[in-house]
């Protein structure tokens, strides 16, 4: 079966468009492949950071979400990668060159939000393994059909300022030290 490239169902664009293909995919799986390259983004000289397994995961989940959301005719897919678990690296990096498997699946939704189980390898050598949690849909679309959209927005301030800044008008996000 042939799969439409990335950069026609994915939001990224090179250098951030990480994976090469869609190489599988079924209602609850998918599995895209990936070479690690020469000046690509996070490589150092001849070697990445196997934390770049998470940045992997999150591409292949969304290639997923794309190509379903396609077969209704719509264009790029967004999606929020909301957080990782049980991530476990059995190499430190990656070596320029590695050609790289990516498959995930779907171990529960609930909603707009779900969680896929995620494996990335190189031929048979299994490299990383981890959960994550991501956001089916775009976060200001999704917060617009809330039922509480008009009270705690916490997606997007009113200019589109992020969480962090604070600023006058827009979005805090305080951190709270625990009681001790």
Excluded: N
Aim: charged share 20%; hydrophobic share 45%; with cysteine.
């Amino acid at each position: 079966m042939a799969f439409p490239p990335l950069d026609e169902i994915l939001p990224h664009r090179p250098p951030m468009l990480l994976l090469d293909a869609l190489t599988a995919a079924e209602v609850e799986s998918v599995t895209c492949s990936a070479t690690v390259r020469a000046g690509a983004p996070f490589v150092d000289g001849e070697r990445v950071s196997s934390l770049i397994a998470l940045e992997y995961f999150a591409q292949a989940v969304a290639a997923l979400f794309a190509y379903k959301a396609r077969g209704g005719g719509g264009g790029p897919f967004r999606g929020l990668l909301l957080g990782a678990r049980d991530l476990e690296l059995a190499v430190t990096h990656l070596r320029v060159g590695d050609v790289l498997d990516v498959h995930c699946r779907e171990q529960w939704a609930s909603g707009p939000v779900a969680q896929y189980h995620c494996l990335l390898s190189r031929g048979d050598e299994r490299l990383a393994t981890g959960a994550v949690t991501v956001l089916r849909g775009d976060p200001a679309e999704l917060a617009a059909a809330s039922p509480a959209a008009g009270s705690s927005d916490l997606s997007s301030g009113p200019s589109g300022s992020d969480l962090s800044s604070g600023t006058a008008g827009g979005p805090r996000l305080d951190l709270v030290e625990p009681a001790s």
